[in-house]
């Protein structure tokens, strides 16, 4: 595995990548994650013969972080990461997209579908996020812009997560360091992204229809930790919406399997991309 900085127009994005020459396969983050989030898996996806690339998106990691809120949107991201599969010289790719990076993935996915080798919508929605308290999350975009996403972060600490689930506390208990990697990424993220990402999630249109018509239907994996409330019911309507998608609940797992239940989220990855390979 590599890291490199690719050029997007006026933002660099900062990418880790394996497997170069083999079949392209793009795995985006969720909201303050980081392409850390999947560079444990780069190499084993490698020798599985991809070319597996995991970027940080703008605002997030060591990508560029342009001020202002106008800067960032879902829409942003999802052309930020068109122009880099075309930079990366890809024709045809497999895309993963994690909670925020589903919402992007199903945008780059409606932009070309038949670019799609592959489409996993991972532990994400196609609308308003259920379970988040609307007023709670203005009040969070506020903090981050006028006192820094430190403030928010202190702030954080002391409230439970609508993503908190017995999963997410185990691997806190089992995995040094992981509370501190996330606290990381949460700090490393830009505040203007941050307000601005925040109102999208929380109060942004529905895709749903979008995915029910989007012709050619690419094979689709909806993928979602049997723990992750907030996600639950929106992986069912997705998987009954996309034409002969495939619907994979992983067990003992809430908002990031790959973390929380390794063994079992790369058992249902792995089939899936076995399966359009």
Do not use: C
């Amino acid at each position: 595995m590599r890291t490199r900085r690719i050029g997007i127009g006026a933002v660099g994005l900062e990418i880790a990548e394996a497997g170069e020459g083999g079949r392209p396969f793009l795995l985006m983050h969720g909201f303050t994650g980081a392409k850390e989030d999947f560079t444990e898996w780069l190499d084993r996806l490698a020798a599985a013969g991809w070319h597996a690339v995991a970027p940080d998106h703008r605002g997030h990691g060591s990508s560029s972080k342009p001020e202002g809120k106008a800067s960032y949107s879902l829409e942003i991201l999802a052309a930020d990461n068109l122009a880099l599969v075309d930079a990366l010289g890809w024709d045809r790719y497999a895309l993963l997209g994690h909670s925020m990076g589903g919402f992007v993935a199903q945008l780059m996915a409606f932009e070309d579908p038949g670019r799609l080798l592959g489409l996993v919508l991972m532990d994400t929605g196609h609308g308003p996020i259920e379970g988040v308290n609307l007023e709670e999350a203005a009040l969070a975009g506020q903090i981050v812009t006028e006192s820094g996403m430190a403030t928010l972060a202190e702030l954080m600490a002391a409230r439970e997560s609508p993503l908190e689930t017995a999963a997410n506390r185990r691997l806190l208990e089992e995995r040094p360091g992981y509370a501190e990697y996330g606290e990381r990424n949460l700090l490393a993220s830009s505040p203007w992204m941050y307000a601005a990402i925040i109102d999208e999630l929380v109060a942004g249109g529905d895709s749903l229809d979008r995915l029910a018509e989007m012709r050619p239907v690419p094979p689709t994996l909806v993928l979602v930790g049997e723990q992750d409330r907030p996600f639950l019911k929106s992986a069912d309507r997705m998987a009954d919406a996309v034409a002969g998608s495939t619907l994979a609940v992983i067990p003992d797992a809430g908002h990031s399997p790959q973390f929380e239940n390794p063994e079992s989220w790369w058992a249902a990855l792995s089939s899936f991309l076995e399966s359009i390979g």
